[in-house]
Each structure stands twice: as C-alpha cells, then as structure tokens.
C-alpha cells in the first residue's frame, strides 16, 4: 500500500527557560555564523536529548530528535510515551503549526488535525454558528459544513441547545458539539492528540467508535496521541513508542503495550512491612506483582492474572492465611481470594524468603482495578495480628477484542461467558 | 533513473521542511480557506453586539462623540480652519477615514498575541486572520460611512457648500490603499512583536500621535509652506486630503501625493507579507 505520511531524520530543538534579554545577542550570534558565516548551527551542537527529571548543562534540548518512521495508508498508528517524550511537538509539526528545526516531512492526502477541541469557539455565538466557525478552522468549506449540519448536530446530542450561545452550554456539551464537528471532517489523514480525556464514559465511547470508523470503515490514516493505552489497543495496529524525544520502538501495539506497561508502571515494590505484631515484625512483605500468565505486565480480559508475592519471614508461623480483594475503581470490592481451604501453602511457608505465586482467573471487565492484600494468623477460626494492605497495586484490564463494542456489558464489572443452545 | 525519482517526489501533496523560500507565499491556501476568512468577520460582527440594546448602532457612537469632541476643541477653542466646510462633516470624514486605517493597524500588530491559542492548535493560513481584521473593520466603516452620508444630507437641505466631486470615483482605490497600508504595517509590527514585546507598547499611542501628523483636524491648505512637505510624508495625508475632495469638494489632491501614498503602501504590503510568512512556522515557540 501507498505511504501517506514519511518522516526523515526530524528533529526539534526547543530553548529552555525565559526568553527575553541575553537572548537577543545570541540571535545575533546565531544569524552571524549560520546566515554570513555559513557555519553549523552552534545551538544544534550543544542540544542534548530531552529527558525532563535530569539536569542538563545546555538550555537547549531537542525535544524531538532524528525521527524516522513511514505510515501507510489507511494505517491507525498510536503515539505513546511519557510526558515530555515529545508527542504533542510531533503532532504539531506534523499539523503545520510549528515547523520542524531539520528533517522533512512528505505528506499525501489532506491532513485534519485535532490538538484540541473546540478551537476557536466563540462563547457568544450560537452552537449553529459555532459548528460552522470551527469547521471552517478546521478546513471544511461551507457548502461541507451545510450538507453535513444535521448529521453533526445528531452526533453531538446538543439539539435542544443548538440555537444558544456556548456559554450557556455545561462543559461535557461544549465538548460534545466540538467533537461532532471534527468527527465530520473529511479528510485522508487524522490527527487527533488526548481530546478523548473530557466528556462522560458514554461519549468517550461513541467518540472511539467514530474514529475506529473512520480509521477502519473509511480507510482513512489516524494518528493517535494518548496515555489511555486501552484506548489505542482499540484503534491502532501499530504504536510509535517515543522516549525522550527518541523513537524507541515501533511495532505492532499488543507487543508494545507489554514494553510500555513494563517500564512504565513496573512492579510496586513495598517497603518492607515493619511491626507486624506488637513484638516486632513477623513477616516482611518484599514484593507484590502483577503479571499476565505470560510473564507479561498488560493483562487482557478473559486472561488469568498471577499474582507474585514475596515474603520474609522472620518467626515460625502458625497458621498463616493469605488473602487478597480485588476492587473496581471506585473501591467496591468485586472478589476476595484466600487460602483458608486448603492449608497447603501455608504449612510449607519456611523462614526466610518464599516465594508464592497465585493464579487467578480473571472474569473481570476492561476498566482500572484496585487490589489489597492482607495476611493474618488463624487460631480456632479467630483472626488475629491481621494485617491489611490497602490499594497495594492497581491495574489495567484491557479488551482485546475490538469488534464487540457493546456498551451494555461495558457496564458491567464482570464478564461472564455463557453457553447457548437451541433445540 | 532521475525521471523516476522527480515521479514520486511529485506524488506528494505536502512537504514539511524547516526552511522555505522568502517568497513563497501559498496564496492558494489562503483561497482554500476564504470561507473562513467570511467566519471570522461574522463572528466580529456578531459578537459586537451580542447582549446590547442598541446593538450596530453603537459603531455610530465612537465616530459621533469624537466629532463632538472635536468640534468643540478644534473648532471651538483653538479655531482652526475647517476649508469652509461645515464643521461637523469636516471632522467627521477625517476621523471615518483615519479610524479605518488606524483600527488594522492596531488590531494586526497583536495577531499573533491575541490567537497565539488558536494559532498553536490548528493549521490554516496565518493570513487569514489579518485579512478578517481588516475584513471586519470595513464592515464598521462602511457603517460608519452610512452616518457621514446622514449628515451630507441634513446639510445638503440646509445649503450648506460642499460639493461632491468626481474624484469620488477613487473611492474605493482610497479604501484599499488605507486598508493594505494599516493591514502592511501591522504585519510588520505583529512579526516583530512575538519575540520582543518592546515594539508594542509603542503602537498604543504611536497612532494616536500619528494622527496629529496628518490632516485629520487641520486642512492641509492651512498648514503653513515649510511643514507642508512634511505633512505630506505621512502616506495618509494625501489618502485623507483626496478622501475629504472627493466627498466635500475640498482637499488637495494630486497624482504626486496620492502616488506617494500608493508606492509607499505597496512596498510597506509586500515587507509586511514576506516578514509574516517567515515568522509565522516558529512563532508558537517564541510567543
């Protein structure tokens, strides 16, 4: 297939900290050598790659830094990474708002780009008036803008509010209305940076459906930003992964999704748990981790999770009892798994440092869980010296199939599997 | 081999490079968008005078208070020649002329300031939004020229002597110079605002001292000899001289100052398109 969209050798430098005097005689400097002299740029040598937590010794940094990559047409390719790794300043200079300091960027098809929604929108003018400003802005000719008013005022949901002034309007309508009209753009190439963030679950939804209809349906190129890795799982095949303002990988974006969840989030190790009982730690907890039953960080619903535990154990235990929740996001408990039954582990755990891995599976929906993890002795069936982990790690389940955009069982926490037969 | 290779730089609709040439101006895009540029003056139009009670009538107030003003002062205190002209209408058409051009002056030297919002979050041709400016502020002129046109009629009725000539065909050669020559310098000033702010403070009452050099209180044939040529350095003198004898009958006109205006405000255009240009890639990072 045609490349749409080809990136060489581009980079960025931006100037830290304030512009304003002394930077006048190093303009000066820099016309003299680059434009009389016919000398490198001196600030392209001294640029250092961006990482934001270290300090550097120069004030100018590349924030994007011999970028090269090629989409294809009709590609869905996400853009991850962390702050500052110099996503937002490449779908910038992709979308022409700021041109890049070297490299080029050859480009078929005409380009929507979506930094921002509602740019432009006017608080006086009507929610009509408005659909047609911020169409226009975003390169639509009137006629377009008249054929398709009513599919983007269906969209949007807003009809009862059309003819009011958008300051009128709640955040999530504004929203709403602005989304619409870029969801109608008609163009080759999308580029849409974290708009995805605002707006209710509903309409977060809707808004994925629509772009995966437009990448999919439409054979149209989309270049997503995000954090929300569940959300580019949805749309993307492939994923850039930037770090640094360096292109770390690029790659089909389930065996991204793993790096990055690993070097994102990693394990949470805890420190050690101290004063486990009046006389002084029994136990300490060394680490708790979360991993897919493939080693990997990223778990998939319908795919069991294991958990790793480690442990130090300082006294001879009696009848241990380990135990963890799970919690959806708002700390409803959803499931307690424990050991009590079967009192196996227990009586093998030995002094020192042991190593427990339990086996879940998970019947759990796409969303961000929260775990606990508590431990206590158990004498005649009474608790005692127990101890309670709150929100020890939380976690991302995330749908891998993408064709069943069901917003019923999105709903839901669990996701049950269920045989149907006719007779 | 080489035939082959230009085939398939040719297939590519956009190229993105740090550096173009001076003069590549894309006025290709700027038509692509003109929808937009006719969004951008409604928008001004309609958010005037959203949530007022007189609403477009308030284009009125400005140039009638301030033809008050100068009647009283101008006129009254310090006595000034009008040319014979009624004063009211001899102060009224030197201040529609020069609000005109001195409203794009100062409302594109902040264009980059004002949307460096919009301008850092979506692509569409930078020259768009001086144009609307410009655009709009003739909305409001042509409003304004509506109640100059009252006026020439409540005093045609009371026979009063202004003549209007046939240099009133130039009417509209007046309109575009005023308009290129304000939209011209305030590009300049805009591209040169964006990194140091210094130029900008001096536009706020650069154009109001500005005023005083041209012939909007005083007509030029009542300047004394030797401040007459410098009078007439100010490119809007012989604009507003030529604007007040086409519509009064009195003004100097002639091809050597109007001519003067015209070269003036074509080159003031081009340096103000070719500085925009540069600045407008990188502009976003230095606001």
């Known amino acids: 297939m045609a490349t749409a969209i080809k990136v060489e050798n581009l980079s960025k430098i931006y100037r830290l900290g304030e512009i304003g005097t002394g930077t006048i005689s190093r303009d000066i400097e820099r016309f003299v050598k680059t434009k009389i002299l016919k000398q490198e740029d001196p600030f392209l040598k001294i640029g250092e790659t961006n990482d934001r937590a270290t300090k550097g010794s120069s004030d100018i940094v590349y924030s994007l830094k011999d970028i090269n990559f090629e989409i294809e047409q009709g590609d869905a390719v996400g853009i991850i990474g962390r702050n500052g790794a110099g996503k937002s300043t490449l779908l910038k200079i992709l979308s022409r708002v700021t041109s890049p300091t070297t490299g080029k960027i050859n480009i078929k098809g005409r380009v929507a780009s979506l930094l921002e929604v509602g740019t432009g929108f006017h608080p006086e003018l009507t929610g009509r008036e408005n659909i047609y400003l911020n169409g226009a802005i975003l390169g639509m000719r009137k006629r377009e803008i008249d054929h398709k008013l009513e599919e983007i005022i269906d969209f949007s949901g807003v009809e009862r509010y059309i003819d009011t002034p958008v300051k009128r309007y709640s955040s999530g309508m504004y929203v709403r209305l602005a989304f619409a009209v870029a969801a109608h753009l008609e163009s080759e190439i999308l580029i849409v940076d974290e708009v995805l963030a605002v707006g209710d679950a509903e309409f977060q939804k809707k808004c994925l459906g629509k772009m995966g209809e437009i990448s999919k349906g439409g054979g149209r190129t989309v270049l997503f930003v995000s954090h929300n890795m569940a959300a580019i799982l949805k749309l993307c095949e492939n994923v850039i992964y930037l770090k640094n303002g360096i292109v770390e990988s690029i790659d089909n974006s389930y065996k991204l999704a793993e790096q990055y969840y690993n070097i994102n989030d990693g394990t949470i190790y805890l420190p050690s748990i101290e004063n486990y009982s009046n006389k002084g730690s029994k136990l300490d907890i060394c680490k708790i981790e979360l991993i897919n039953n493939r080693g990997g960080k990223c778990i998939y619903m319908n795919e069991s999770i294991v958990l790793n535990l480690v442990i130090d154990v300082k006294i001879e235990l009696l009848n241990m009892v380990f135990g963890f929740s799970v919690k959806d996001k708002n700390g409803n408990e959803i499931f307690f798994c424990y050991d009590y039954e079967n009192q196996e582990i227990a009586n093998q755990i030995k002094l020192g440092i042991n190593k427990i891995s339990i086996e879940i599976s998970n019947c759990l929906n796409e969303g961000l869980y929260l775990l606990d993890f508590m431990c206590f002795e158990n004498i005649n069936y009474q608790e005692r010296d127990s101890y309670h982990l709150s929100n020890v790690l939380s976690f991302e389940v995330i749908r891998k199939n993408v064709n069943i955009i069901v917003d019923r069982i999105n709903k839901t926490l669990i996701n049950t599997r269920s045989c149907w037969k006719i007779e | ?287």
Do not use: H
């Open chain 2, 1 to 287: 081999m080489q035939a082959s290779k230009d085939n398939i730089i040719e297939e590519w609709d956009l190229t993105i490079e740090p550096q173009t040439s001076l003069f590549e101006l894309n006025f290709k895009d700027v038509w692509r968008y003109r929808d937009l540029l006719w969004m951008f003056v409604k928008r001004d139009f309609v958010s005037f005078y959203k949530q007022t009670i007189l609403g477009p009538l308030w284009f009125f107030i400005q140039p009638l208070f301030t033809t008050i003003i100068y009647i009283f002062i101008f006129g009254g205190l310090a006595n000034l020649s009008t040319d014979g002209l009624p004063q009211p209408l001899f102060y009224m058409a030197g201040i529609t002329a020069w609000n005109y051009f001195a409203d794009c002056i100062t409302k594109t030297s902040t264009v980059f300031k004002d949307n460096a919002n919009i301008f850092g979050k979506v692509y569409f041709p930078r020259l768009i939004m001086p144009l609307s400016i410009v655009a709009s502020n003739l909305v409001r002129f042509g409003v304004q020229m509506i109640l100059l046109f009252i006026m020439m009629g409540y005093y045609a009725m009371n026979d009063a002597s202004f003549t209007i000539t046939p240099a009133i065909l130039l009417f509209p050669v007046l309109v575009l110079l005023m308009a290129l020559l304000g939209l011209g310098l305030g590009l300049i000033i805009t591209a040169l605002t964006t990194k140091y702010r210094d130029l900008a403070f001096l536009v706020t009452f650069g154009i109001q001292l500005l005023m005083y050099t041209t012939t909007v209180i005083y007509p030029l044939s009542s300047a004394p000899e030797k401040y007459k040529n410098l009078i007439s350095l100010n490119p809007m003198t012989g604009i507003i001289e030529a604007f007040r004898y086409a519509f009064l009958g009195q003004g100097q006109i002639s091809v050597n100052t109007l001519g003067y205006s015209a070269l003036f405000t074509i080159v003031v255009m081009l340096l103000g398109v070719v500085i925009f240009n540069k600045t407008e890639k990188t502009f976003v990072d230095t606001v």
